[in-house]
């Protein structure tokens, strides 16, 4: 087929049956018929009405076996798409309470997210092959993301424990060797070390403490899926105390649940109110070593709470040496929605506040466990960071 032929066709592919009408010389194969119907079973069709009706009737195995034949056109992306649009067009969502349907869907994010809405609902007859979705799409995110972080972060705090005064038996030879390459004496073939390094002695209590303060809102779903993974890996490193913490107008401390980030998913709550005063004021109150301390507030910043004291909590945690970070997002969409007020004010008292994706979250976290300024980490990132504005005055009194 030529480039001009080839071009007309997925044109046509595109535009649907109205297209293949006025475009009668272009030859579609069987295949290219199906992968149409399937296009436009979805897209031919005014939002939720058409070939797939919502609903628990006679039109699930329909739906069913459309997924399953997407997925045998379609790459897996474009799959992810088609579910997302199936599901806001067509108003599938009561389907996915069937077990039957659940297992016809590409597993991804966003059908997590979902889930994790829905999660109230599903009838107990469904909710293990919901656990099941759930589970290999946090074990597929596991293999993407954990040696990433481990490299990152163990590579940091390895960095940060360097022993430079070792006992013979803590020297670490290939690193002392490579560092008096200089003083090799050719005369005696042998090589003076004057400087030894050792490996890092195996401290009494972790170097550092990392608490993950997560907003439990609708719109940051897929933020949580993230997180309760990079929570899950950091948890497992001996050298870090991690904890996670979920809020909205309440706080819910999941720390206990981080040895499977399936348990987090499903334990949380999505929607509601937010208060992110009271969230940050329960983490300040778990801070005992300020300055080994990394508190990382996951939000759109859309506070319900007492803005007032929750910059002053912000202003005293900074002073007390904390390492205070603001996540506008942890995800792979766009341009986050936020409150550009109120992430100005904290990047005024020394919040860095930005996006961030997952790639490049393990950067973050060792930047931060170096001490390094992190608005300067995001800058090299090409990270665009909240711009800086004067804040209101602080309160002089204590917190509601």
Not at 159 to 170: I, K, M, V
Not at 301 to 311: A, T
Not at 360 to 383: K, T, Y
């Amino acid at each position: 087929m030529d480039h001009e032929s080839e071009r007309m066709r997925r044109w046509v592919l595109a535009l649907g049956e109205e297209a293949r009408q006025c475009c009668e010389n272009v030859l579609l194969s069987a295949e290219d018929l199906e992968m149409s119907a399937a296009l436009s079973v979805l897209y031919d069709q005014p939002e939720g009405s058409g070939g797939l009706r919502g609903g628990t009737g006679a039109s699930s195995p329909r739906v069913a076996r459309w997924l399953g034949d997407i997925r045998k056109y379609f790459p897996s992306t474009v799959v992810q798409t088609m579910q997302r649009d199936a599901f806001e067009r067509l108003k599938l969502q009561d389907m996915l309470l069937q077990p039957e349907m659940l297992d016809s869907v590409q597993p991804d994010v966003h059908l997590v997210s979902t889930l994790m809405s829905l999660n109230r609902v599903i009838p107990a007859e469904t909710r293990e092959t919901a656990r099941l979705v759930v589970r290999k799409v946090v074990d597929e995110l596991m293999k993407q993301l954990e040696e990433p972080l481990r490299t990152a972060v163990g590579g940091a705090l390895n960095r940060a424990a360097r022993n430079r005064r070792p006992r013979h038996a803590e020297i670490d030879w290939n690193r002392t060797i490579r560092a008096n390459l200089r003083h090799w004496q050719a005369e005696y073939r042998t090589l003076v070390p004057q400087t030894l390094i050792g490996y890092g002695r195996k401290a009494r209590r972790p170097q550092r403490e990392i608490i993950l303060c997560i907003d439990q809102s609708g719109s940051m779903a897929a933020s949580i899926v993230y997180s309760s993974i990079f929570g899950a890996v950091m948890a497992s490193l001996p050298a870090v105390r991690t904890r996670l913490v979920a809020f909205d107008t309440s706080v819910a401390d999941l720390t206990e649940e981080l040895h499977d980030p399936v348990d987090i998913l499903f334990g949380v709550q999505l929607g509601g109110g937010t208060d992110i005063n009271r969230a940050v004021g329960y983490c300040q109150s778990l801070i005992r070593d300020p300055r080994n301390t990394i508190l990382v507030l996951i939000s759109d910043l859309y506070e319900g709470g007492v803005e007032r004291n929750l910059l002053q909590r912000a202003a005293e945690l900074v002073q007390s040496g904390v390492q205070f970070i603001a996540l506008l997002a942890l995800s792979n969409e766009g341009r986050p929605f936020y409150d550009r007020d109120l992430a100005a004010k904290l990047a005024a008292l020394g919040v860095p506040s930005f996006a961030c994706t997952p790639d490049v979250f393990p950067g973050m976290m060792a930047a931060a466990i170096r001490r390094e300024d992190v608005n300067l980490w995001a800058a090299r990132q090409g990270i665009v960071a909240t711009p800086v504005a004067t804040p209101d005055a602080m309160p002089a009194g204590g917190h509601d």
